[in-house]
Structures are given as C-alpha cells and as structure tokens.
C-alpha cells in the first residue's frame, strides 16, 4: 500500500501563488507515473498535470503555461508549482500515484482563489 499526504492548499488573490506538495509513502515500486487532479463543486474530477517515471509532463490545456509539475524522486514527494492563479482553478485538488500494481489517491487539498 501507499500513502499519499497533500499540503500547501489555501486562499489566494487571483493572480497569486501556491506550491502544492505530495509526500508518498510505503510500497512505493515500479511507478508508471503520478499526477494532479481536481474537482470543483458539482463537477467531475479532472487531471491537471502528469508526471511519467521518465519525467515526461502533460498538461491540462486550461492550465499549460501557469502551473508546473515536478517530483523529487530522493524524497517521493510530487509538486505542483501553480502561478497565476485564477478563480476558476478554485477546487479540491488530489495527488495521484499510478504503480504497475495499481494506484492510490491523497486526501486532498483545497484551494480557493478569490477575485
């Protein structure tokens, strides 16, 4: 099994910024990749950005260009580095790992964004 823990949500002002944090720990092998995703009220989770083994990153179009995704392999920790910061990114946000023997999902974080 493996534990996921996300810090670093909050309140901002659009046009801020947040560093979101994912601390993985126990049976963490043969990883395909990890990523981002967030739901706001009523509405369906999303992926935000995507990480493979290789380090290779995908964004979600509304947010290419403002948010970045980084890990540090040393600390099995995920980022998620978040600039611009708009009232529509408002959500709870959830880091995600994919193993080869399955996945698991953290708590969540929220973020809210004010205008």
């Known amino acids: 099994q493996v534990q996921l823990v996300e810090s670093g949500g909050g309140l901002v002002q659009a046009g801020g910024s947040l560093r979101l944090s994912c601390a993985a720990s126990g049976n963490i092998f043969d990883i395909n990749h990890m990523a981002w995703y967030r739901q706001a009220p009523g509405t369906q989770r999303e992926l935000v950005a995507l990480i493979t083994s290789g380090g290779t990153t995908n964004y979600a179009d509304s947010v290419k260009g403002r948010f970045t995704i980084a890990r540090d392999t040393a600390k099995n920790t995920l980022y998620l580095q978040m600039n611009g910061l708009k009232p529509e990114d408002t959500a709870i946000y959830y880091c995600?790992?994919?193993?080869?023997?399955?996945?698991?999902w953290g708590q969540g974080t929220q973020v809210t964004v004010s205008s």
């Open positions: 995600k790992i994919q193993l080869i023997s399955g996945s698991s």
